[in-house]
T-cell receptor
Framework: DAGVIQSPRHEVTEMGQEVTLRCKPI?????LFWYRQTMMRGLELLIY????????DSGMPEDRFSAKMPNASFSTLKIQPSEPRDSAVYFC?????????????FGSGTQLSVL | AQSVTQPDIHITVSEGASLELRCNYS??????LFWYVQSPGQGLQLLLK??????LVQGIKGFEAEFKRSQSSFNLRKPSVHWSDAAEYFC????????????FGIGTKLQVIP
């Protein structure tokens, strides 16, 4: 089992550019989550998918952020246009079910720097 | 709304000493509680979880945590810390029903000195 795979590991871009982060969840997992981690705010849930359907996107900060899950094995988080305050580590996580007691499996994250 | 408080942002302990990391939660019913560990440059890894039964929960790497409903606490403990335990530790709370929205604490960074 390769675990949750995220790409790229590091992304440096200039303000105003489009950024796309990618995630491959663990095969067979029904739930996928995108989190953002910053020093000031800690780990924040951005969006949650269950069976490829977005269930809760209340954490998406603004319209510049969008996420898709076209199939069970792939998800993207896009920022357009990017701003320096978007600099953070973005984590993708998956879990096998939907219950509140499920273990989350995290990827290694994408370190995003917007200059 | 559920919330988690980790009052200690940074803790330093000597190798071989005991460790206790504090976590207090706010939730209207019996929650699911978790401790995760994050090593530098890595994602979070589950150490242990509690959702019912024995209030003392054993986890991986020699960690344990105790659920105390009266104090709304779920403190993480280890009797003897190893240098490899240096990492950031996150307490989290999840709802006992409905879809899974887990709320994480701000994290406690553990430094281990020789």
């Amino acid at each position: 089992d390769a675990g949750v795979i995220q790409s790229p590991r590091h992304e440096v871009t200039e303000m105003g550019q489009e950024v796309t982060l990618r995630c491959k969840p663990i095969s067979g997992h029904n739930s996928l989550f995108w989190y953002r981690q910053t020093m000031m705010r800690g780990l924040e849930l951005l969006i949650y998918f269950n069976n490829n359907v977005p269930i809760d996107d209340s954490g998406m900060p603004e319209d510049r952020f969008s996420a898709k899950m076209p199939n069970a094995s792939f998800s993207t988080l896009k920022i357009q246009p990017s701003e320096p305050r978007d600099s953070a580590v973005y984590f993708c996580a998956s879990s096998p079910g939907t219950g509140g007691n499920e273990k989350l499996f995290f990827g290694s994250g994408t370190q995003l720097s917007v200059l | 709304a559920q919330s988690v408080t980790q009052p200690d942002i940074h803790i330093t302990v000597s190798e071989g000493a005991s460790l206790e990391l504090r976590c207090n939660y706010s939730y209207g019913a019996t929650p699911y509680l978790f401790w995760y560990v994050q090593s530098p440059g890595q994602g979070l890894q589950l150490l242990l979880k509690y959702f019912s039964g024995d209030t003392l929960v054993q986890g991986i790497k020699g960690f344990e945590a105790e659920f105390k409903r009266s104090q709304s606490s779920f403190n993480l403990r280890k009797p003897s810390v190893h240098w490899s335990d240096a990492a950031e530790y996150f307490c989290a709370v999840g709802p006992s029903g409905g879809y899974q929205k887990v709320t994480f604490g701000i994290g406690t960074k553990l430094q281990v000195i020789p």
